[in-house]
């Protein structure tokens, strides 16, 4: 419980730290703003759809009752709705940060130097930063997809799938949302992808806190416009001083990068 309350903590710093600069702050709505748009749309476009492809998914429901035939297409449809939230929550971090990489890459460089100062970046040329961006950003996108119908499976499940199946989708959200947030902190001292999940689960208490906390906050409506900056500056202050100080010194990765 310690380590779930300390991960909220970081999050609160995050956002306390881009409130006492607004024009941070402002600064990391441009990307989150731009991506936000495109999410809206898609999401306006599935609820207008949604009952159609309810329908389809159900044809074993069209001999049964109306009340029944419409109770089962109306859950499928809310459970495809949940689950497109829950991709769209989780993914928009991830394409935010791709389509914001600048943007991020220059306010968590300032929440580094406001902390201490700046380590030795690992000298990883810029298309290859963006090219593993893209790569994690795929790789999180997928299997946060394949959890998004595993927990669409389980949604149906009575009782069960409207109480423990929320949270256990909540805490898997929030797990690779603080993958995503830590993941600009962490690749500017060489930690590839997969170190940066051993991190996370050497420390899952810390890392599902934040997250989970990211994660509600996103639910709420445009909050995760006006939280994205301060979840990244979260993040920062997190992996500079939780993740990556056991045993990761600060340029880790760079003779890797230079010897291959």
């Given amino acids: ?21 607004p024009k941070q702050w402002l600064f990391g709505l441009i990307p989150a703003l731009i991506v936000l748009a495109v999410y809206v749309a898609a999401l306006v476009v599935l609820a207008h759809y949604d009952w159609d492809l309810a329908k389809a998914m159900s044809p074993f429901a069209d001999h049964w009752s109306k009340a029944a035939r419409g109770a089962t297409r109306g859950l499928i449809a809310v459970l495809v709705f949940g689950a497109a939230i829950m991709i769209a929550i989780v993914t928009f971090t991830a394409v935010t940060l791709i389509v914001g990489d600048p943007f991020y890459e220059s306010l968590s460089g300032r929440v580094e130097e406001s ?6 970046e690992a000298r990883v040329p810029l298309l290859r930063q963006l090219a593993r961006a893209i790569a994690d950003g795929v790789v999180v996108g997928t299997v946060t997809a394949l959890f998004a119908v595993l927990f ?10 409207q109480t423990v199946v929320p949270v256990i989708a909540a805490c898997v959200s929030g797990y690779f949302l603080t993958f995503e947030l830590t993941s600009i ?18 420390d899952r208490g810390l890392s599902l806190g934040f997250g989970v906390a990211v994660f509600v906050t996103f639910l709420i409506p445009v909050g995760s416009v006006l939280a994205m900056p301060g979840a990244v500056a979260g993040g ?4 500079r001083e939780r ?9 880790h990765g760079a003779l890797a990068d230079t010897q291959a």
């Fill in 243 to 251: 993740l990556a100080r056991p045993g990761i010194p600060p340029d």
């Fill in 152 to 161: 669409f499976v389980l949604g149906l499940l009575p009782v069960v799938g």
């Fill in 185 to 202: 902190a962490l690749e500017r001292r060489g930690v590839r992808r997969r170190e940066r999940f051993a991190l996370l689960r050497r």
């Fill in 115 to 120: 902390a201490g100062g700046l380590p030795p």
């Fill in 236 to 239: 920062t202050l997190l992996a």
């Fill in 1 to 21: 419980m310690r380590d779930l309350a300390t991960g909220v903590r970081y999050f609160l710093r995050g956002m306390a730290w881009v409130a006492r600069r």
